[in-house]
């Protein structure tokens, strides 16, 4: 059984920085795209950043020049640097793969979401 668990939200003061991680486990055969996304109380969750496997990034415009995504894929692990946090950063962080499992087509796994608070 796949399972993506991510650390490192917590509450920063405006202008900080916060880095998130997001490891994949189980019986893995390939993982394609990860990415990262969030969710604010009242709003729809909404693509942050996404990695290929080769190592393409793409941000959302939002977050471009202060986020950079990056991964380790010996580890099936997916990062995400965040600097000059705003309020407006503040929400759920949920990491995303799409990957391949024996036996089974191509799916997208999602961990449980990770808190970030940005507040003074």
């Known amino acids: 059984q796949v399972q993506l668990v991510e650390s490192g939200g917590g509450l920063v003061q405006p202008g900080g920085s916060l880095g998130l991680s997001c490891a994949a486990s189980?019986?893995?055969?390939?993982?394609?795209?990860m990415g990262w996304y969030r969710q604010a109380p009242g709003k729809q969750r909404e693509l942050v950043a996404t990695?290929?496997?080769?190592?393409?990034?793409d941000y959302a415009d939002s977050v471009k020049g202060r986020f950079t995504i990056s991964r380790d894929n010996a580890k099936n692990t997916v990062y995400l640097q965040m600097n000059s946090l705003k309020p407006e950063d503040t929400a759920v962080y949920y990491c995303?793969?799409?990957?391949?499992?024996?036996?089974?087509?191509?799916?997208?796994?999602w961990g449980q979401g990770t808190q970030v608070t940005v507040s003074s």
């Open positions: 990695i290929t496997r080769g190592g393409t990034t």
């Open positions: 995303n793969a799409y990957l391949l499992v024996p036996a089974k087509n191509w799916d997208n796994y």
């Open positions: 189980g019986i893995i055969l390939i993982i394609n795209n």
